[in-house]
């Protein structure tokens, strides 16, 4: 009796002891999404026209606390449902065949606890998805952020499957207690089921946008190792995402003063600290040269050469687009010239990006 | 350094629990008509003399079947004085009506921090906010050293304008609590039961149910299964866990909480 009484109580304590934070696995399932009615599929024909949007959880331009000069923190599902229905249109007139996507929600606060991933799929052609978190918290205890769970999803019209998710790095510039509840970068992937096909791969990442140390280049050296695995296995992908990182052939590598807000100065004797958190590129400028020089990418620093700010992609919540931080890759040809920004998109601080990709035979 | 910081956790939950088992056999029994419970019952603690904890309810016999309760942790930012008034005591029941006022704005402005610690957004007005709770309780010993306690309590709250809903800690154990200020009024039923187990060990055994029928039925259940040590005539160590249910607003969730505390019998 007196035994089975602790073996009830050790039952019963341990579970509880379930850490308040997703810390995740290096290597672990997405989850899966399908649309609650189906849409009919295209046909795929020669070329699949390929987005990769960082759609800020659906707060459009407001000015959220964390990644702006603002000071909201929860957004109503006032403010986010008329967003998502901008985002929803603006795949619509795209109509992109596979979406890669960053900074969606599916049970935040700061968001209205609305599931972003089921809304796009219930309000687009999309069928498909599949989404891995990146910062998954039962609650975060700082500046009223509360319960959040923000991910990477990629969507489709065919079946998904192989869907992956890998851990990248954790920024070594910060506290342990800060990193507890920061964010955990991903890349994920999975292969689309396009009828004729079962080798192509489409692959999302969103790395760390504010780290002062070699976080980012790990990540980065992560992100290539993953590519270069799915390219040994035989296999296509299409990779892209919010890199935060600005072409190697850049003209400016400084966007201290653009970003920065009202009151902060930057860049004098005296000031500290002399940049911007992760404003500053000079030191970074190099990092994506090996990306460059061993994939495809989507816009070739020759093209990108001819007009930078055609090609800019994100955007302060109150400026014209002035950076180009997103990119799509691959290991099999682009369309040449395909492409595309954007810019007269407002729902977000980054603006689609697309091109066209080249199915191989 | 957190899967270290949770290794320790779970040793020292553990000990605490190993080491009563340890003690178990080298102890005496107390004598069996201790009146002291850990858990609240419709009894009432003598004139003078309070039971105090770190997380659960403080409380203070004032005379006259009248008890006094309040938070240790939380009186001056949340003030909740609680007042038990026994209405009936019989050889075989014990029944008290129960009377709480709770203002918790000061609380919830200060846990409006920037940065950690921010529990809830400085973009929120708190406004000031009352609770007040009322109901009866009743306790009855169903065999020698085992009573059972039931209670049902009405609660509802005035505020000097509505708080905004997103301004919620959607968090179990507070959100339920917290609860009534959004919702404007709401139920409570629980049973406890507690009673001596062997040596110098006791159980604990509750259950509470939370009921917000405005705008749709919110249901919360709060149950925990606790081993209570005496370790000397006035002094109680409880550990245990306690599982929670509650619909927030993100939907429905089940937590395994762990469950320490003390209780410390004093005459004041």
Known sequence: MKRLLFLVFFVLIFPACEPLVETFDEEMPCQLYEATVKKQAPAPGNTLLVMTWNMRYGAGRLG????????????????????LEQIAAR??????????????????????????????????????????????SQFIPSDGIGRMDEGNAILSPWPLDDAKRFQLPLRNDIDALTRYFYVRENVMLARVNM?????????????????????????????????????????????????????????????????????????????????L??????????????????????????????????????????????????YLFSNSAWAPGSHQVYHE????????????????? | MFQIIHFIRRWILALSLALPAA???????????????????????????????????????????????????????????????KQIETPGYTLSSFHSVNYPSLLMRTVQIEGAGGFISREFDMPDMFAFQNGVMLSK??????????????????????????????????????????????????????????????YLATSDAYFFPKGGLDFFSESSLCLI????????LLGGAELTFGEYPFGAQWHLLPVLDFRWFLRV
């Open chain 1, 91 to 136: 795949i619509e007139t795209i109509r992109p065949d596979i979406v890669l996507l960053q900074e969606i929600d599916i049970d935040s606060k700061r968001s209205a606890y609305i599931d972003q991933m089921q809304y796009l799929l219930d309000h687009t052609y999309l069928n498909y998805g599949v989404y891995a978190s990146n910062w998954k």
């Open chain 2, 141 to 202: 010993e169903i065999r020698k050293g085992h009573h059972l306690t039931g209670k049902a309590l009405f609660e509802f709250s005035v505020h000097s304008s509505p708080p905004d809903e997103r301004s919620t800690v959607d968090l179990p154990i507070v959100f339920p609590r917290s609860a009534v200020y959004y919702k404007g009024y709401g139920f409570i039923a629980g049973a406890a039961f507690e009673g001596r187990l062997f040596g110098r060990f006791a």
């Open chain 1, 64 to 83: 959220w606390f964390g990644d702006s000069c603002g000071d909201r923190v929860i957004l109503s599902a006032g403010e986010v449902f008329p967003t």
């Open chain 1, 277 to 326: 958190e992760g404003a500053n590129y000079a030191p970074e400028i190099t990092w994506l040269n090996p990306l460059f020089d061993e994939f495809l990418p989507s816009l070739t620093l020759a093209e990108y050469k001819t007009g930078e700010k055609k090609y800019f992609t994100n955007a302060q919540i109150n400026s014209d687009y002035n950076s180009t931080l997103d």
């Open chain 1, 195 to 275: 009828p004729g096909t079962d080798n192509i791969y489409a692959v999302s990442t969103h790395l760390v946008a504010n780290s002062r140390d070699d976080t980012k280049k790990r990540q980065l050296d992560e992100f290539v190792s993953i590519l270069q695995d799915l390219h040994r296995q035989g296999n296509y992908f299409i990779a892209g995402g919010d890199l935060n990182l600005i072409p190697p052939n850049a003209d400016s590598t400084d966007y201290c003063d653009e970003r920065a807000c009202a009151g902060d100065r930057y860049h004098g004797p005296n000031d500290d600290p002399t940049h």
């Open chain 2, 23 to 85: 003690v178990l056999l080298a102890q005496k029994p107390l004598p069996p008509e201790s009146p002291y419970f850990f858990s609240n019952t419709a009894y009432t603690l003598p004139a003078r003399r309070g039971g105090f904890s770190l997380l659960h309810t403080s409380r203070y016999g004032i005379g006259s079947g009248l008890e006094l309760g309040f938070h240790p942790l939380l009186v001056f930012l949340s003030p909740d004085i609680e007042l038990k008034w």
């Open chain 1, 345 to 361: 998109s407002q729902e977000s601080d980054h603006c689609p990006v697309t091109a066209l990709w080249v199915i191989p035979k």
């Open chain 2, 229 to 236: 040590w005496q370790t000397g005539r006035r002094f109680m």
